[in-house]
């Protein structure tokens, strides 16, 4: 994967907490991203308050974008290091940054007035959401009610160190783009669809995911292609290595790739949340080569790979 040299990259969509947050209670669900997570799976279920929704309509407007106690968001480092988009060639974080922007045009693209743009946080060890407190074992995630897409870069290490995954710039993309697919799903209502702690292989929560990942495919079809504010597009080259990489990575986060090798060893189809390493990959090609997110319906189709 092969960024442009000599754009700038907009860091509007990222908070950059760094330096820690504090575990407190918190409204809604959070929606896994890419089945990833120190213990095998994604959040799936954060502390919730009583008498708290199932995440699907947001909080309140005032809460969106809100700072737990003990947080600050600052940019200025990444403001330093990513003045130049070529950064991002040799820069996790600014490779980041630039993924966020692209995605999130791209979806502004595709939905126009239905897509609203919203942050990614980069947090260190733990954060506070609106969905209640995370730590870094989470894996990345996205919390309905406050809208936010939630990380610690440190994330992409562990999915080489402990999955085994080949790893790489367009993985980490990729892992972004799935977090943004659950974002369009809560602005669809599409999460609505599904009830909370659903699980089975056949399970809302496993559509939700597939459709993610479908999602996630969609844009990288375009990522070429899709413009910026400077209309050039911040991402000049995909290759194959990237996409078979990609491909790995799924794999390797799926239920029953995590069950088999991360967990007791017994695969536990009935326990599945984000689908099997076959599905993931499936449904990641499905947007990729067609790049038409309505291509990615997982819940119109019994035949889910």
């Not at 609203?116 to 947090?123: G, L």
């Amino acid at each position: 994967m092969r960024y442009r040299e000599g754009g700038d990259i907009d860091l509007s969509g990222v908070q950059d907490r760094r330096g820690g947050g504090r575990f407190g209670g918190g409204r809604g669900i959070a929606v896994g991203g890419g089945g990833l997570g120190i213990v095998g799976l994604l959040v799936v279920v954060l502390l919730q308050l009583a008498g708290g929704g199932d995440g699907s309509t947001g909080a309140a407007l005032g809460e969106l974008a809100g700072l737990g106690s003990g947080e600050t968001a600052d940019n200025s480092e990444l403001e330093a290091s990513c003045r130049d988009s070529g950064a991002a060639n040799e820069s996790v974080d600014c490779a980041v940054a630039a993924d966020i922007e692209s995605v999130q045009d791209f979806w502004t693209s595709a939905l126009g007035a239905a897509y609203r743009p919203t942050d990614t946080v980069f947090f260190s060890g733990s954060v506070q959401t609106a969905c209640g407190g995370a730590s870094s074992g989470s894996g990345p995630f996205y919390c309905p009610a406050d809208q936010l897409v939630y990380i610690d870069l440190s994330f992409f290490d562990q999915l080489q160190s402990q999955f085994g995954a080949r790893g790489g710039l367009f993985v980490n993309a990729y892992v972004i783009a799935h977090e943004y697919g659950h974002h369009v799903q809560n602005l669809l209502g599409t999460n609505a669809r599904v009830a909370p702690g659903e699980t089975g292989p056949r399970s809302g929560t496993v559509r939700l995911e597939l459709q993610a990942d479908c999602y996630a495919g969609a844009w990288a079809h375009h990522a070429e292609t899709v413009p910026d504010e400077s209309g050039a597009p911040l991402i000049a080259e995909i290759t194959r290595d990237d996409i078979d990489r990609a491909l790995d990575a799924a794999a390797r986060i799926g239920d029953d790739f995590i069950q088999e090798n991360l967990g007791g060893g017994r695969i536990d189809q009935d326990a599945f949340t984000h689908g099997s390493s076959e599905q993931r990959q499936k449904w990641f090609m499905t947007g990729y080569e067609s790049g038409d997110p309505r291509r990615c319906d997982t819940f119109a189709t019994d035949d889910l790979g």
